[in-house]
């Protein structure tokens, strides 16, 4: 094991470089977290503040200042736990007596051409904190936690000269695709990146609707009326070089969402050890690899 002030050296050193890369650290943050809800709250009022002063005034005036916040970091909390992080973060939330979504994170724009989108994505925060203490019954922490909007988005414990490595879902992108994204983002992502690429998909009782719709059968609950998913279900395509990708989708509530993407290199174009070496120094060690060493797979969970 470690000890104190070599794992607190090691501790400050990753802060500092993220700090240089406009993340927002500040020692002793830790005491702002919301163990209660597993928010840090301070961020996600502050971002609803400055990108949308419209919201907050209007909950301000339904139920002060103190009030409001309560109220805010309630639902978020209520929509995380519903909707999951990814999902919340891409599409926003609504709250009775707001006539609009409440936005809680804005991903990169496809262009510069709408300046409120460009100046909601600048004020994004990202924010490494120490020695987080999560839990209610106890002080246990832990070490580096990363924050995307007031949401814990990733954690690091650290061991003697090792760090564990969990990777951001949202951050995650390949040739422009990100996991997450709409069919249309997609699209418009191989398109800019050079590959021309078809459609499958049929989704029938594999849609959200369908899910949705056998769960309660299931469960012998009244049936919801939910409109049927549309969109595809997987695109692959193909560049001037001959290298392959595939995009998957999972239904949504909202509509089909990138969840997996596969690229296949042609192996008589590609420089396949510089092009390995390179793609690890980006995306970290695989979380899975074949015997064969030419598969390598980056998840949030292996299966």
Not at 73 to 86: A, P, S
Request: a negative charge; proline letters at 4%.
């Amino acid at each position: 094991m470690p000890k104190l002030h070599e794992e607190a050296t090691m501790e400050g050193e990753i802060c500092g470089t993220l700090q240089t890369k406009g993340w927002l650290y500040d020692y002793g943050a830790d005491i702002d977290y919301d163990r209660q809800r597993a928010l840090y709250a301070p961020d996600l009022i502050a971002w609803v503040q400055q990108t949308q002063p419209e919201v907050w005034e209007t909950l301000e005036k339904r139920h002060g200042e103190d009030g409001t916040k309560d109220k805010l970091l309630d639902r978020v909390r209520k929509v995380l736990d519903e909707k999951g992080t990814l999902a919340t973060l891409r599409s926003g939330m609504e709250m009775v007596g707001i006539r609009r979504t409440i936005r809680l994170a804005q991903f990169k724009p496809a262009s510069g051409l709408n300046p409120e989108i460009t100046n909601r994505y600048s004020a994004n925060r990202l924010r490494v904190v120490q020695q987080v203490r999560y839990r209610l019954d106890s002080e246990h922490s832990i070490d580096l936690v990363l924050f995307a909007l007031a949401t814990p988005a990733a954690a690091q414990t650290l061991a003697e000269g090792v760090s564990v490595d969990r990777h951001d879902g949202a951050a995650f992108d390949l040739v422009g695709l990100r996991l997450g994204m709409t069919a249309d983002e997609a699209r418009a992502a191989l398109m800019k990146s050079g590959f021309s690429f078809s459609e499958r998909g049929s989704w029938g009782h594999r849609g959200y609707d369908g899910l949705v719709r056998s769960e309660a059968n299931r469960l012998r609950q009244p049936v919801p009326e939910l409109l049927p998913t549309i969109g595809p279900e997987e695109i692959s395509g193909e560049d001037a070089a001959g290298n392959r990708i595939i995009v998957r989708f999972t239904a949504m509530r909202d509509g089909p969402m990138v969840s997996e993407v596969v690229l296949r290199f042609n192996r008589n174009t590609a420089q396949i050890e510089t092009l390995r070496e390179d793609i690890f120094a980006r995306y970290g060690e695989p979380s899975a690899a074949n015997a064969y060493g030419d598969d390598y797979r980056w998840c949030l969970y292996l299966r």
